[in-house]
């Protein structure tokens, strides 16, 4: 595949009024979503579930890609319609999480590294043949006392970077994802800081593995303030204090940005990106890449009566991708 159908795929996925649906959980996280609302996991309601988003009526208006896991990527619609035919046939670029998950860093107490790189060219390419378009690798990034330590963040942007370059090998665009937790007590400044830092160390490694940028996209977590701590920072600083530190690290060739919501409520994920694309123009389209954002209403509904909430469940996660493409355009208003 050359750079150019790279990029041509990667500017889709950010193409104006759209955004990405995070549908990737591992087995072990949808378990934890469907505890929520009482559904238990078997292979069945995960397709079953899958089924009802990825069909909900008139969502690729403002949905370009979704990113399955490997389990999705693998399963029909009870038609029997493979889910990537379904998805390409409305415009939906199928896109995949590769990495492992995250796992305790040596050495480094209460730090993680993600791990996925063994045997990730065959991977990718078994995944360019079943029809994805793009992938992901989620980092995680801890503040807590003295961390991130320089050496988490190092291991994971070196990993993120071997991650995309062999991503580009296989014709697929890579999904950058180095996801800065909002838990804890910091502020707002210290989220900036560590942001920052992080954003360099992985722009710094993709330069160093050769990787194109024209055909990358960086998803990143908002600067915003630790779930626990005191003073909550406001809409507006949030939005401003984004777009200074992606400013200051992400060079202008990237094509696009995608934020993910990271325990954000439905409505403070869309006000800060509607917020952010109010303050524009930015170099980059920054749009969403929401999971729970995107699906936690619409689950719920589901969750509490599979046949009867279907179609239901269906018009709240097409009217979220709707509320979220408005803020992706800084057109999103707020219903009283
Ligand atoms: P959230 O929007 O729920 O944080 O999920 C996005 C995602 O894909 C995390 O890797």
Not at 5 to 21: D, F, H, R, T, Y
Request: overall charge negative.
């Amino acid at each position: 595949m050359s750079i150019e159908q790279l990029e041509s795929i990667a500017q889709a996925m950010v193409a104006p009024g759209k955004g990405i649906i995070a549908i990737d959980e591992s087995n072990n996280t949808i378990k934890k979503r469907f505890d929520s609302v009482g559904v238990p996991n078997t292979e069945e309601n995960r397709r079953a579930y899958r089924e009802m988003l990825l069909t909900a009526p008139g969502i690729s208006q403002h949905i370009s890609g979704a990113i399955l896991y490997d389990e999705t990527i693998r399963q029909a619609t009870k038609a029997g319609v493979p889910f990537t035919k379904v998805m390409l046939d409305a415009g939906i670029l199928p896109g995949i999480k590769v990495d492992r998950g995250p796992f305790p860093l040596a050495g480094f107490p209460g730090e993680l590294v993600t791990e996925g790189l063994d045997g990730l060219r065959d991977r990718l390419n078994e995944y360019a043949k079943l029809g994805a378009k793009f992938a992901k690798w989620r980092a995680v990034i801890t503040i807590s006392g003295d961390a991130p330590s320089g050496t988490c963040i190092e291991a994971n942007c070196h990993a993120l970077a071997r991650y995309a370059a062999l991503c580009q090998e296989a014709g697929i665009v890579p999904m950058v994802e180095p996801e800065v937790l909002m838990d804890g007590e910091h502020d707002i400044d210290e989220c900036y800081d560590v942001t920052e830092a992080t954003l360099r160390s992985l722009f710094a490694s993709l330069y160093e593995q050769n990787v194109l940028l024209e055909g990358t996209i960086l998803k990143a977590s908002m600067v915003i303030s630790g779930k626990a701590c005191p003073d909550q920072a406001s809409t507006d600083e949030v939005a401003e204090m984004t777009i200074r530190c992606l400013k200051s690290a992400v060079p202008a060739s990237l094509p696009g940005i995608v934020f993910l919501s990271g325990g954000q409520t439905d409505e403070q994920a869309t006000a800060n990106l509607n917020a952010m694309n109010q303050q524009g123009p930015h170099p980059w389209p920054l749009s969403f890449s929401y999971g729970r954002a995107m699906q936690q209403a619409a689950l719920k509904l589901w969750g509490q009566d599979m046949a009867a909430n279907f179609a239901a469940a269906q018009k709240t996660v097409a009217q979220r991708a709707r509320e979220n493409g408005l803020a992706a355009l800084g057109q999103w208003k707020k219903v009283a």
